[in-house]
């Protein structure tokens, strides 16, 4: 985009400010948090808590079931940040394995509304209940399921830090959590810090370090890097210098030149033999060349110590 202003403008060429752009940015990375968030607030709002008219000791199991819906998604955010994650099987087993743990919260609270529905106790405080042989077998899978949220919590917790996705302290931190909140009101409640510190991360993290994580990182090629031999002969053409590990394995191995891997090479030296060069240049020591392969002092060496006629000029 072309300004009339002389002197230009901060207009970049898409036709966005930074601050514009800045904005357009966060928005296209982090608008599936709010997404996800509103959803699962209104699959449960509309497609569940709709069906019961319910109070007492019967809403309390009704709340303690909506956790699933959180879960589902807590769980999303999750590995949406973690893209790493995703190619990681400890981590998917952990996550689905506490997301299953609150679906099985959601299927024994819910059975024991039916039950409390069907007694006639749906509006039942819990100081006036009537537990029958029903209800009571209901609690059963209601009381279990919290607790294997609680260890699956733990297990997520373990697999995060294990792979560097968390620190110590934020391990810690959803360790004690998942600890003290009670498992019937948020069973593995450490699960939200580990998904806040999570998006912490992924915020603070580099573009870079992004799409390195998740997998969409450009991969320049030996002669595309910065350290390489293209890069340096177009800023210095009279000097050769070493390429890297990496680039040596990438295009085969390479004769053996005393000044690969050591010095730059001269520019009269260049694309010459180790051979040619040692018979045109004459013998060499080890002081003026530390590659040489013989790594004998010779005489006609202007850096040998040895006695002996030195060439002339």
Known sequence: MRCAVAGGCALGQDGLTPTKRSAVIHVRRWWPVPVLLATSLVVQKAFFESRY?????AAEHLSSASVAFLAFALVAILLYVTPQGRRQPLVLVTSVSWLVSTVLVLVGNVRVVDALVRAGMGDTPTSQLVVTDTIHSAHDLANLAPWLGVLTALALTGVLWRYRHVSGRVAIGATVLSLIVPPWIFPGAGVLVLTIARC??????????????????FRPTPKERPGSLGGLRRRRPGLQRVLSVESSAAEGPRPPDPYWGLVARP??????TPQASASRAGPVCR?????SPSRARTPNCPGSTARGPRPTP
Do not use: E, K, M
């Open 53 to 57: 008219d319910v109070s007492g000791h």
């Open 267 to 272: 520019a009269s030296l260049r694309g010459r």
């Open 287 to 291: 002081r003026c060349l530390p590659a």
């Open 200 to 217: 912490i991360a992924y915020q603070r993290a580099s573009p870079i370090d992004r799409a390195a994580s998740a997998g969409t990182a």
